[in-house]
């Protein structure tokens, strides 16, 4: 186990854990009892360069039986529980799940059962896991999907008097530049605060969303593009790289 390093505004100390099977996933320190989350890295799996070695996406060109190894290696390290996860399509729908499975299209999950695993697939997009005393969320959200207010959205979708946000690795202000257009909405929206000339911080804005949902919001710091041995980026890689896994559930890591 390492510490990661995780120096942003809002804060969250974590480190780095390997799972039984071997897969490598990052988890907040000082998350909530009674809730595990799971923010995988690449590193730990089966899959061949450039894919190497983590993925968990069948649409980027790498081997299905490897995929399917790889998921595999995550169930292990998730203590075999069954799973609920979407098809992504950069919205903001939010979907309420009890059984594992596919939930359909959409870009969040919530659930109050307990050893459901809520699960996305990121490459530079942000994903948030949202925890309460009753219920979880998983989020994923690229730029629209902040637009759009989406972890914002899923935040009131969960029960519970005291919600807390973790926002895990994903691309930073360090490494993502927009269009002068894009910048401009995000500033109107967020404020100036969140760009700085065409480079933007999706976590500082959906922090700010989170925060008028009344929402406690932890920041894990860890930027995609900046840690290629740990992340998958698909504005530093190119279309040739892999997706990370992030899930949360109901019950202890």
């Known amino acids: 186990m390492r510490r990661a390093d995780t120096q942003t505004e809002y804060g969250a100390p974590s480190a780095v854990y390997t799972a039984r099977g071997g ?9 909530p009892e009674g809730a ?3 923010f995988f890295t690449r590193l730990g799996g089966v899959s061949e360069p450039p894919y190497d070695s983590l993925n968990v996406s069948k649409k980027v060109g790498d081997s299905i039986g490897a995929v399917d190894e ?6 292990k390290a998730m203590d075999l529980r069954p799973a609920a996860w979407i098809r992504q399509v950069a919205g903001d729908s939010v979907v309420r799940v009890s059984e594992p499975g596919f939930a359909g299209e959409a870009d969040a999950l919530v ?10 697939a990121v490459a530079d997009c942000v994903p948030v896991a949202l925890v309460s005393e009753l219920e979880v969320g998983m989020v994923h959200s690229g730029w ?10 899923a935040a009131h979708r969960l029960g519970g008097s005291r919600i807390r946000a973790y926002i895990g690795p994903s691309i930073r202000r360090c490494c993502y530049e927009v269009s002068e257009e894009l910048a401009a909405t995000f500033a109107t ?15 500082q804005a959906i922090g700010l969303d989170l925060e008028r949902a009344g929402v406690e919001v932890n920041d894990l710091g860890l930027c995609s593009g900046c840690r290629p041995d740990l992340f998958y ?7 040739l790289t892999g997706r990370n896994l992030a899930s949360v559930v109901i019950g202890p890591r």
């Open 189 to 203: 929206e967020f404020g100036d605060e969140v760009v700085t000339g065409r480079k933007l911080s999706l976590q």
């Open 36 to 38: 595990g989350i799971y």
């Open 144 to 153: 629209r999907g902040t637009l759009a207010g989406v972890s914002g959205k």
């Open 111 to 120: 659930t109050s059962a307990p050893d459901l695993c809520l699960s996305v």
């Open 70 to 75: 790889n998921l595999s290696l995550i169930r």
């Open 23 to 31: 897969a490598v996933y990052v988890a907040p320190q000082g998350a």
């Open 233 to 239: 980026s698909h504005r530093k890689q190119g279309p």
